[in-house]
């Protein structure tokens, strides 16, 4: 259906940041990225392998690690109030339906020279 379109461009644009991150790095990130998402599926399918979901990107040595076991403790909880409000602000931005539409500021003291002649009046 379209709902699992947009929700798999979703997904596939936020291997944007991952892949990103690795290239800057000067890393393969085509390797690197297809590991953390295989880790991240084996978190969610298997739920003897859940502590997986911790494997981030070691990109000093190029290679996925425990990020929990590293020591690597960011604040989630305001990366994902961020993600929240940046997709909920796409999703009103998706949903406008008119066009909008700025008309140039009229001028104070009646119509200009090009209003004139544009409305014909000037024609002698």
Known sequence: SREQLAIAEFARSLLVIPKTLAVNAAQDST?????LRAFHNEAQVNP?????KWIGLDLVNGKPRDNKQAGVYEPTMVKT?????ATEAAIT?????DLIKLFPDQKEGG??????????????
């Open 31 to 35: 390797d690197l990225v297809a590991k």
């Open 48 to 52: 003897d392998r859940k502590n997986l």
């Open 81 to 85: 109030k961020s993600l929240k409000f």
């Open 93 to 97: 931005i998706l949903r406008i339906d």
């Open 111 to 124: 119509p200009s020279y090009q209003d004139a002649v544009q409305s014909g009046s000037l024609e002698g």
